[in-house]
């Protein structure tokens, strides 16, 4: 869970639904951001933002780890689809649309959070998060369903994975290959492979 301590006047914005608990002192509101984008994909269309003074309880829909990502103002971040929590202000969260390869194999859909500005941005995962700073021409590869935020070059192509990797996308030899320099988070469960375990879990009718 995340806690921040808001003092008079400052903000923060996180994603709708994440408040569970929160000083009376605190102000909350909802901002609207319509756009046809939206509406076609199914993303976010509003944010909620929170106006200290008091303190503020915020948790993701699964369980995992939340860390922060602390922007510079130059290098712009694109984060997966389910990994963004919250930020403050002075950051600018919009849609990113991908190529049609890398929204088909990377995992992440047709459009990622493009994220700039200034500030922190707090991520989170399915399971624990790990990174990793890549060095000029230094290359890492990764299977899809682990991303959660990057800043590195990456493209889509075929391996020969050999049943290695976990996503069903990667059954077909389908990777992501950053290319540094910069920084790639991921995560250590894949929601997709996580979901079949569950389901072979469960006792069948019959």
């Not at 994440?18 to 951001?33: Q, R």
């Not at 780890?65 to 712009?76: A, F, K, N, Q, Y």
């Not at 849609?95 to 941005?121: P, R």
Request: with cysteine; net charge neutral.
């Amino acid at each position: 869970m995340l806690y921040i301590r808001l003092q008079p006047g400052a903000e923060v914005k996180a994603k709708p639904g994440s408040m569970v608990a929160m000083d009376a002192t605190v102000k909350i509101k909802g901002k609207m951001k319509f756009s046809m984008k939206k509406m076609i994909t199914g993303g976010e269309m509003s944010e909620s933002i929170f106006t200290g003074p008091g303190e503020v309880m915020i948790s993701p829909e699964t369980w995992g780890d939340i860390v922060p990502i602390h922007l510079d103002g130059r290098s712009p971040w694109r984060v997966g689809k389910d990994a963004y929590l919250a930020c403050t202000p002075g950051i600018t969260r919009t849609s990113k649309a991908q190529g049609v390869g890398a929204a088909l194999f990377s995992g992440e859909g047709l459009f990622v959070h493009n994220v700039v500005g200034a500030g922190v941005m707090w991520v989170t995962s399915l399971g624990a998060i790990f990174s990793r700073t890549l060095q000029p021409g230094e290359q890492w590869i990764v299977d899809n369903g682990h991303l959660v935020a990057w800043t590195a070059n990456y493209k889509v192509e075929r391996v020969d994975a050999g049943g290695f990797f976990s996503s069903s996308h990667t059954d077909e030899g389908l990777v992501c290959r950053f290319t540094g320099p910069g920084i790639v988070y991921i995560q250590t469960r894949n929601p997709e492979t996580l979901g079949a375990w569950i389901r072979e879990q469960v006792p069948s009718d019959s």
